[in-house]
């Protein structure tokens, strides 16, 4: 092997330009590993906002300190070398006790053909036997974004002493809006973990999509009459306990508002881009007394973070995936790409907007 190599990373040069730029990597140090892409997930919420130039990094500044966003210089100007999450490499050479040449590793280091990674700094997940290589695209981040989703609904009912995922779910109503990847990997959760589940979405094809994984789905609107209808607690107590808000529409967090019982909690997934003009927040949020929790992957529940950390909950989504691993083949990864036809590929994903769910980039 030679001890230099050329990474190849797929970023965005420029407002709906995507791009490939290039640069060289050394061998690997003592501890660390060096991987060879096999497939990287294209993560359509967060990284098209880089594409359409809607991303708050690119117009603003990141204030680590304070943890505010602050207006002048953006904290990710064009170009952008970088992007993607979701991530599964081989590894080709190992200086890192524990990871052999090799073995098949999920990650998170971008849309790049190889990567140096050290496992001291970085999430690193072997790949188990029977579980198709392809969904460890879900394992380092998408799939624990769901996970810490449900696990925030768990330190509404437990506080900190939540023992298992999914603890305070079992039987109890839940809508899950949107039937993106985020909401099916979510509803799965839900579902595998006992709760009542819809889903709520308003493209009649993603609806078919979860309805082919053994989901019941329907648009928003009848979600929140069916949860008011069908979820009835007693006097004037009907809805939802929990709703897993995952659209980038404030109209959808308005309808998930709608779908709740009384002091109820909306657990929100979403990344609004353009302000939330859609969610009326003095109707039912207002006079249902109702909560509004962001679960993010960057944060598990407060109090929780000394026993859910990010390997806890790929560990979670590796339970899923041997579950449920199969449909989710089939009917979530919609298309696969060769990443030489990225660029394009993405042009035109904006351009035309075809039907997807899970795009997948394979370097093979």
């Known amino acids: 092997m030679p001890e230099y190599r050329t990474i190849r990373s797929l970023g965005i040069e420029a407002p709906g330009k995507p791009y490939f730029f290039s640069y060289e990597e050394g061998p690997p140090a003592e501890g660390q590993v060096r991987l060879e892409a096999v497939y990287s997930g294209f993560s359509a919420g967060t990284e098209l906002t880089f594409l359409k130039d809607t991303n708050p990094y690119l117009h603003s500044r990141w204030d680590n300190e304070r943890c505010v966003f602050v207006d002048g210089e ?77 696990l925030h609904a768990d330190a509404e009912t437990f506080g900190p002493d939540v023992r298992r995922l999914g603890e305070s779910l079992p039987g109890r109503p839940v809508v899950v809006f949107g039937c993106g990847t985020v909401g099916l990997l979510t509803a799965l959760f839900a579902q595998m973990l006992g709760a009542e589940i819809v889903v709520a979405e308003p493209s009649r094809w993603r609806r078919e999509k979860a309805e082919s994984l053994g989901l019941t789905a329907m648009s928003e609107a009848q979600a929140w009459q069916h949860a008011k209808s069908r979820w009835h607690h007693g006097g004037q107590d009907r809805g939802a306990d929990f709703v897993f808000q995952t659209r980038a529409r404030s109209e959808s967090l308005q309808d998930a508002l709608r779908a709740l019982r009384p002091q109820g909690t909306v657990i929100d997934l979403a990344f609004y881009q353009g302000g939330a003009d859609g969610a009326r927040l003095g109707e039912e949020f207002h006079h249902n007394g109702l909560s509004l929790r962001c679960a993010q992957i960057g944060r598990v529940p407060r109090g929780l973070g000394h026993r859910w950390d990010r390997r806890r909950l790929s560990a979670e989504t590796l339970a899923l995936l041997e579950r449920y691993g199969e449909a989710i083949r089939r009917e979530m990864i919609t298309h696969i790409v060769p990443v030489d036809e990225a660029p394009s590929f993405l042009s035109h994903l904006v351009a035309d907007r075809p039907e997807f769910l899970q795009i997948v980039f394979s370097f093979e």
């Open 74 to 150: 953006p904290s990710a100007p064009f170009p952008v070398p970088f992007l993607g999450y979701m991530e599964v490499g081989r590894i080709t050479e190992s200086r890192a006790g524990g990871f052999v040449t090799g073995e098949v590793i999920a990650a998170s280091y971008g849309h790049k053909s190889g990567h140096t990674a050290d496992p001291f700094h970085e999430l690193l997940v072997g790949m188990p036997d029977g579980v198709d290589p392809m969904l460890g695209i879900f394992v380092a981040q998408m799939g624990p974004i769901a996970a810490n989703g449900i």
